[in-house]
């Protein structure tokens, strides 16, 4: 089982009618963190020129099902699914072969799962994709949520050093033979030096300077996580709650090119 890594490309493509730099791939993933289908494909429709893709996360998965990954799809736009499997490592093979079959570009599986639901995770993205004659998802192992502290993570009972768990995670990912990494882009740089320049390193936990910071607790602006080595920025509130969306959208593009 397993394909040669050399085989596959970023899964991830900029639209075609991308009005921001037509030369470069828009790193802008837009995470729809909302609870209906009509909300999402209103969001698409006015986003899709100025974004690299959507991710579709527990929220909207949950209340619209998967018709609404094939509706965006059907719009022509990546998507990144981002429902975070953890499970034994046959389920977890039943879900990624799901989610292939919706044609999603990206989606997440946790890494604290372990080694053995991460690799077969992989090996049946890949399988499955080829079998249906399209490129293979790019499978990312969640580290640890840009949600979580030091006293979190004690809480839960595991290493309070966010830094050494993170890449503990990302050792054990790239070990298991992933091409993705979600991390929070404070930790961008130590994890680049783990595994190979070729990993996409996918960071939410994005802010401007002056934006709230929500319930994130690691954050960086666009600019510093793009330059620090992130390869992907997923957004959510600083967009898609904004009173117009696309002009919020627009002024992160136009700070990353600045
Ligand atoms: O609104 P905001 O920009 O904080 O949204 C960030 C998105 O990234 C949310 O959809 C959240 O589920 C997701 N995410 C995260 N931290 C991770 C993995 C995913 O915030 N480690």
């Given at each position: 089982m397993g394909y040669g890594k050399?085989?596959?490309?970023?899964?991830l493509v900029a639209l075609?009618?991308?009005?921001?730099?037509?030369r470069m791939r828009n790193p802008v993933i837009v995470a729809l963190d909302v609870p209906t289908a009509e909300a999402a494909l209103k969001l698409v429709e006015q986003l899709a020129p100025v974004s690299g893709g959507f991710k579709v996360g527990s929220e909207l998965f949950t209340s619209a099902g998967p018709d609404i990954v094939r509706r965006i799809r059907g719009l022509g736009a990546p998507v990144f699914l981002d429902l975070k499997f953890h499970d034994i490592p046959n389920t977890v093979v039943k879900a990624v072969a799901a989610a292939v079959q919706l044609d999603v570009q990206m989606l997440t599986v946790h890494a604290s799962g372990g080694v053995e639901m991460l690799k077969v995770a992989e090996q049946v993205a890949q399988e499955s994709a080829w079998k249906l004659g399209h490129a293979p998802p790019l499978v990312l192992a969640v580290t640890v949520?840009?949600?979580?502290?030091t006293a979190a993570l004690s809480q839960i009972g595991l290493d309070p050093n966010v830094s050494r768990q993170v890449r503990r995670l990302a050792n054990m990912a790239n070990q298991a033979g992933l091409r993705g990494l979600v991390c929070s882009p404070r930790e961008v740089v130590e994890v680049r030096q783990i595994v190979p320049a070729s990993t996409q390193l996918v960071t939410p936990g994005i802010r401007a300077q002056s934006a709230p910071a929500d319930d994130q607790k690691r954050t960086l602006t666009p600019r510093e996580a793009l330059s620090l080595g992130a390869n992907w920025l997923v957004i959510g509130r600083p967009i898609c709650?904004?009173?117009d969306p696309r002009a919020a959208a627009e002024e992160i593009l136009k700070e990353i090119a600045e």
């Open positions: 050399s085989k596959l490309e970023s899964p075609p009618d991308c009005n921001y730099n037509s949520l840009t949600s979580l502290d709650a904004a009173e």
